[in-house]
C-alpha cells in the first residue's frame, strides 16, 4: 500500500472533527456524576473513550506522525472551547437571565480542574499512540485487537493517575483516589473491548479506501513535531 505523508484525506478530517468533538463534550459530561451501581463515575465516561478508539485507528492507518497532528488539534480545539466558555461565565449575566448558576455548573471549570485535564490528555493521548505504533511494528502488523487494548490501558492509565490527583487531591480522601482511578481504567478499556468487533471493522474498511497502511519505522516520536506529517 502507498504511503500518503504530505496531505490530508477526507477521512483523516471527518475522524480529527470527531475526535474533538468527544473532547469537548467529555467536558460538559463530566459536568454530571452518574452511578453504575455502586460505583459513582462522572458522564465524560460515556464518550471520552471514543476519543482513544479514534486515536487507535488513526495511529493504526495513518501512523504516529498524523496522530500526533490529531492529538494537538483536539488540544487546542478543547482548550479554545473551555477559555470561551469560562469568559462567557465570567461575564455578568442579563438581568432577565435566570439561568447563571447551572451555566456556571458546566462552563465554570475550575483553573485547576483544566489543568489537569489538558495534562493528563496530552499525556495519554501520546502514550496510546507511542505504544500502538511500536507494537505495531513489532508485531509486523499483527494482532490489532491486542494493540488497541494494550495502548488504551497504557494511555487511559497515564490519564487517571495524572488527572486525579491533580484535580481532586486534598478535595476528596486520598484513599478514596486509588479504587477512582481504577475504576476508571476498567470501565474505559472494557468499553473499548465491547466495541472492538466495531473498531476492526472501521480499521479494514479506512485502510482498503484509503489505500494506507503505516508502519512508522525511523521516525521520530517528538510530541512538538506538529506539522511533520
Known amino acids: 500500500m502507498n504511503n500518503k505523508h504530505n496531505s490530508v484525506s477526507m477521512l483523516f478530517m471527518l475522524?480529527?472533527?470527531l475526535f474533538c468533538v468527544c473532547l469537548i463534550a467529555a467536558n460538559l459530561f463530566a459536568t454530571k456524576q452518574i452511578a453504575l451501581g455502586n460505583i459513582s463515575l462522572t458522564g465524560g465516561l460515556l464518550i471520552f473513550p471514543v476519543s482513544y478508539i479514534v486515536n487507535d485507528c488513526v495511529c493504526e492507518v495513518w501512523g504516529y506522525r498524523k496522530a500526533r497532528l490529531l492529538?494537538?488539534?483536539g488540544f487546542a480545539m478543547n482548550f479554545f472551547f473551555v477559555i470561551?466558555?469560562?469568559l462567557c461565565?465570567?461575564?455578568p449575566p442579563a438581568p432577565y437571565y435566570e439561568n447563571a448558576e447551572g451555566f456556571h455548573g458546566v462552563f465554570g471549570l475550575a483553573p485547576?480542574?483544566?489543568l489537569a485535564s489538558f495534562c493528563a490528555f496530552l499525556?495519554?493521548?501520546f502514550l496510546n499512540a507511542y505504544v500502538m505504533s511500536r507494537m505495531k511494528i513489532s508485531s509486523h502488523g499483527k494482532n490489532?485487537?491486542?494493540r488497541a487494548v494494550v495502548s488504551t490501558i497504557v494511555g487511559e492509565g497515564a490519564d487517571s493517575l495524572i488527572f486525579f490527583p491533580l484535580a481532586l487531591g486534598g478535595v476528596i480522601p486520598t484513599e478514596a483516589l486509588p479504587p477512582l482511578m481504577f475504576w476508571q481504567v476498567v470501565l474505559k478499556t472494557a468499553y473499548e473491548i465491547v466495541v472492538l468487533p466495531l473498531t476492526i471493522r472501521v480499521v479494514k474498511f479506512v485502510k482498503e479506501h484509503e489505500q494506507v497502511d503505516t508502519y512508522d519505522e525511523g521516525i521520530s516520536y517528538s510530541i512538538w513535531k506538529i506539522f511533520s506529517i
Open 84 to 86: 470561551m466558555g469560562a
Open 15 to 17: 475522524f480529527s472533527i
Open 144 to 146: 490489532f485487537s491486542m
Open 112 to 114: 485547576r480542574v483544566a
Open 71 to 73: 492529538i494537538w488539534t
Open 123 to 125: 499525556v495519554g493521548s
Open 89 to 91: 461565565d465570567i461575564i
